[in-house]
């Protein structure tokens, strides 16, 4: 006799997002708390779709073949309308791509660009997201570090992590991004490193707002 497993294509964002404790609600509900946000772009989100419970208009980008299949069943949106904060209907487009082939009609459209582990998009999506808009994003690939060199950014705070809970910081912000050696950074460098250099003070995420 074959037992048929069931398996919820939910189970994929639970498994990766839930038991690891990285859904990063309260991260993205003091984004919404503290700043004009309403439209998010998530090029390299994977199925992390937690932002969609907090904001109602968010576009995922992700090449992913996993990623594609679980956008292509439908029970996500259920999830998102079950655990969703604001009452309009949840808009959430998934573009099953590759995030440097462009999309034309979603330039200068965001309020904010989430950049976490997937690559250097503070460059390559940035003219998706409004002058005045902010951008989320962390070192792990060095894109945080390519946005401190970029004139078209400026950095607003530093996102801090403790007893589990973030927090932003604004204090003392340009003690951050100073090489611990003596090296030069430049766009060039940081692609080809692809994890950036070690910075003197450094947080788990920053935001940046985009200023031209
Ligand atoms: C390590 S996962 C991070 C997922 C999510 N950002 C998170 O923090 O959990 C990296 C994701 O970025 C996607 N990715 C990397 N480069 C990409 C690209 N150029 N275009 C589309 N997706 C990309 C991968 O397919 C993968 O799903």
């Known amino acids: 006799m074959t037992i048929k497993t069931n398996t919820n ?46 904001f109602p208009h968010v576009v995922f980008i992700d090449s992913d073949k996993q990623a ?7 029970k996500y949106i259920s999830y998102i309308i079950d655990r969703k904060v604001y009452s309009a209907d ?4 998934f573009y099953a791509q590759d995030y440097t082939i462009p999309i034309p009609k979603l330039e200068n459209q965001f309020d904010l660009l989430v950049s976490q582990y997937a690559g250097f998009i503070s460059d390559t999506c940035k003219n998706y997201l409004k002058v005045n808009g902010y951008l989320l994003v962390n070192n792990s690939h ?10 078209d950014y400026k950095l607003v705070a530093a996102i801090k992590k403790s ?45 940046f707002q985009r200023i031209s």
């Open 9 to 54: 294509s939910i189970d994929i964002y639970k498994k990766y997002y839930v038991e690891r404790d990285y859904e990063q609600i309260d991260l993205f509900q003091l984004l919404k708390d503290k700043f004009e946000i309403e439209s998010v772009l998530y090029p390299g989100s994977y199925v992390h779709i937690s932002p969609a419970f907090i």
């Open 90 to 93: 949840p808009d959430v487009t």
């Open 68 to 74: 594609n299949k679980f956008f292509k069943d439908y």
């Open 142 to 151: 060095g894109d945080a570090g390519l946005a401190a060199i970029d004139k």
């Open 163 to 207: 007893y589990n809970k973030y927090r932003l910081s604004i204090s003392d912000l340009d003690a951050y991004f100073l090489p611990k050696k003596d090296v030069s950074i430049n766009k060039e460098s940081l692609h080809e490193a692809r994890k950036g250099v070690d910075y003197k003070k450094t947080a788990p995420l920053y935001l």
